[in-house]
């Protein structure tokens, strides 16, 4: 069955996408809005492992941690502690789907500068946090920044590209969430022992804010999201200052009028999404963020410090592995970006899937072969450093297929009439997604021990099957074209219904 195995010429619409200096640097400015979100993965992390934040806001986790009986694979299971850390998320998860409406409205970049200005905000409230209130009310801050900004730069980032190089310019806002978790795991592993080191590393979280908010003022927005708000001269402008000054941009800009026009024909409205002919993208706006925290790479990320705590490792070590595994998953990131617009998001998604699959399994059959099957033998540093080396493959494995492609997909395969409700809903999935399972991620750990490996490892497979019957391959072809892959799939095609566009 050729599931997805066709190609179609990007060039076909005969548009100069050429890579110009301006187009790069606008998508490097543009993709630093990953930092935020990357940032503050990598700071909860850290910060719920320092003793003085612990003491401070969490202090019955400390005494447990002192008890003996406790076996190694509870400490941490505190669901105060847990909400601390999620309650961004259900923030976010509100915000992405608000965004569906801003960014209509307002635009892309505007979006991603209130995103920024929001985060902004929430960094200095939880920087100089008196109680769990003030704590909290950050987080809802970060995570109301984090929805907007989610919502907006993937889409910018793939309305901007040429359509040949989209897949690369894409990833960039993966590799600035990889970037973002680094400097911040950097950050905490050197704040970890002073006692206000948790306010330098919360509070820190107001620089890439600034950063991401001051770039986003120096790019345009994107041409579609212009003309899509009727400022044709803007688009004009933006899209020469993209595609270079010696092209002629004259018939891309009508294109996207002729595209726009029959999307806008009726009204645009959040439900356009549910119509039938629009399932296929439906599904998989909903399918790509779950499938993607299936792959149990949040649980890896945000427990690392804390699992290699509990498996042995002491306090700085384990944040130092935490970097470890972030460097792996930035450098793979750069692997993806250099191939994915050759080999296709198939090709990752297939190798990505096995590699993570054979790493899960391995991890839960060291965990259960060293640590007994209650958990409650002491593990050895061979053995952590182990588990450690099998962890970074993982991660790899998922820096080239899962971690970019998540944002890649939604913003590549809606038409521009529910472009921004297919980015919300993918956003909004991926939060609540990464929500449920860190709640719940703890208490799986304390009681199904290694088993909880093995059930992510279990869902891997499932996704990686679901990628090879489901997903279409979407490399090189323009955004206004997608729904041609649709209309060739052997499952989807029965959906499809061919736009009528104005000659
Ligand atoms: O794509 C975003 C996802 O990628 C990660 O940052 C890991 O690199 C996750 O923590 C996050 O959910």
Redesign the pocket.
């Known amino acids: 069955m050729a599931a997805g195995g066709f190609a179609i010429d990007a060039s076909a619409n005969g548009f100069d996408g050429r890579i110009t200096f301006s187009v790069v640097i606008t998508c490097i400015v543009a993709a630093s809005g990953g930092l935020i ?2 940032y503050d ?1 990598g700071i909860s992390e850290g910060v719920t492992t320092m003793r003085p934040f612990l003491e401070k806001f969490f202090p019955a986790i400390l005494r447990k941690a002192a008890s003996a009986e406790t076996n190694v694979y509870c400490v941490y299971d505190s669901q105060v502690l847990t909400l601390f850390t999620s309650s961004l998320y259900l923030a976010g998860l509100l915000s992405s789907l608000l965004a569906s409406r801003v960014t209509t409205a307002l635009g892309r970049r505007n979006t991603m500068i209130l995103g920024g200005c929001i985060f902004f905000a929430g960094g200095v409230i939880n920087g100089s946090a008196e109680n769990i209130v003030m704590l909290i009310l950050g987080r809802i801050l970060l995570g109301f920044g984090v929805g907007f900004t989610n919502q907006a730069t993937p889409v910018y980032l793939s309305e901007i590209a040429p359509p040949k190089w989209r897949g690369a310019f894409n990833t960039g806002f ?1 590799f600035f ?2 970037v973002g ?1 680094v400097a911040a795991n950097l950050i905490n592993y050197f704040t970890a022992n002073h006692s206000w080191g948790w306010r330098l590393s919360l509070g820190l979280a107001a620089v890439p804010a600034a950063f991401m908010t001051i770039g986003a003022f120096l790019i345009p927005d994107t041409p579609s999201s212009l003309v899509e708000r009727g400022k044709i001269d803007h688009a004009r402008q933006a899209l020469q200052k993209v595609r270079g000054h010696t092209t002629n941009v004259g018939p891309e800009l009508e294109e996207l009028i002729r595209f726009s026009k029959t999307d806008m024909m009726d009204q645009e409205r959040f439900v356009t999404i549910f119509e039938r002919q629009y399932r296929p993208q439906l599904v998989m706006a909903f399918a790509v963020p779950l499938s ?2 299936l792959t149990g ?2 649980i890896v ?2 427990y690392a410090p804390n699992l290699f705590q509990s498996v042995g490792f002491g306090n700085r070590s384990a944040l130092l592995s935490a970097v470890i595994l ?1 460097l792996v ?1 930035l450098g793979s ?1 750069l692997v993806s970006a250099s191939i994915v617009d050759r080999f296709g998001r198939r090709f990752l998604f297939i190798a990505g899937g096995i590699q993570m699959l054979l790493c899960m399994t391995a991890v839960a059959v060291v965990l259960a072969l060293v640590s007994g099957v209650e958990g409650t033998e002491s593990i050895s540093k061979g053995n952590t450093i182990l588990i450690l080396v099998l962890l970074c493959f993982y ?1 790899a494995g ?2 080239w297929s ?3 492609l ?2 890649l997909i939604p913003s590549e395969i809606f038409p521009l009439k529910i472009r921004s409700p297919g980015q919300s809903i993918a956003v909004a999935v ?1 939060l609540l997604t ?1 929500f449920v399972l860190s709640q719940t991620f703890l208490r799986m750990l304390c009681h199904f021990k290694f088993g909880t490996f093995l059930f992510y490892a279990a869902w891997i497979a499932l996704i990686t099957i679901f990628i090879i019957l489901f997903m279409p391959e979407t490399k090189g072809i323009p955004l206004d074209s997608m729904y041609i892959i649709w209309g060739k799939h052997w499952y989807w095609r029965r959906f499809v219904v061919e736009p009528q566009v104005d000659q």
């Open positions: 979100f990357g993965i993966q969430i990889g978790v993607q925290q790479i949040n990320a945000f972030g998953n990131i991660a998922f820096g899962w971690g970019p998540c944002w991926q990464v």
